[in-house]
């Protein structure tokens, strides 16, 4: 009985403790700056769920990683605009990554969907970490998405920090 609940407990802790837990984006909505000239807004967000719950996406813009981002959450950056590179990954322990370099206008915001990449956290569950660096792609996929969709999708999240 107490072996069932320490599980339990571990389980608990672990996906409740992988969540995003900043301000809401509703409540932070009125208060995030302009975009200032010549730089492109950039949103991440991932929805929550039970896959990958254990792991924030590392995401690096040009070189530079930001804040994790958790399940539930939401982060945002301000880029000059042009060439923007972006690599997504697991953390410095998971294989494999997702990329896209952005052609970004000065002035326009562009929204990303942060998800888990089942069919790579399957292969590494199988497999192991050989199974996962066989397929060569990461823990986590993006895409783009259109801002009304995005600011549905904000409504529900937080930020990550």
């Not at 996906?15 to 208060?31: E, F, H, K, M, V």
């Not at 929805?47 to 939401?74: E, Y």
């Not at 697991?90 to 326009?108: I, M, S």
Request: aromatic share 10%; glycine share 12%.
């Amino acid at each position: 009985m107490l072996k069932k609940f320490l599980i339990f407990t571990l389980i608990t802790f672990v996906i409740s403790g992988c969540s995003a837990t900043g301000p809401t984006y509703r409540s932070l909505q009125t208060t995030i700056s302009q975009l200032d000239q010549g730089n492109a807004r950039l949103y991440f967000m991932r929805d929550s769920g039970f896959v990958a719950s254990g792991s924030n996406a590392r995401i690096q813009i040009n070189g530079k990683t930001k804040p994790g981002l958790a399940m539930g959450g939401f982060i945002y950056t301000d880029e000059k605009a042009g060439n923007i590179y972006i690599k997504i990954d697991g953390g410095p322990f998971t294989p494999g990554d997702a990329k896209l370099t952005l052609n970004a206008d000065a002035g326009k915001t562009y929204y990303f969907s942060v998800a888990p990449n089942t069919s790579n956290i399957m292969a590494g569950a199988v497999f192991g970490v050989l199974g996962s660096a066989a397929r060569g792609d990461g823990t986590f996929l993006f895409h783009q998405i259109s801002e009304r969709v995005a600011k549905e999708k904000l409504k529900t999240k937080k930020l990550s920090n």
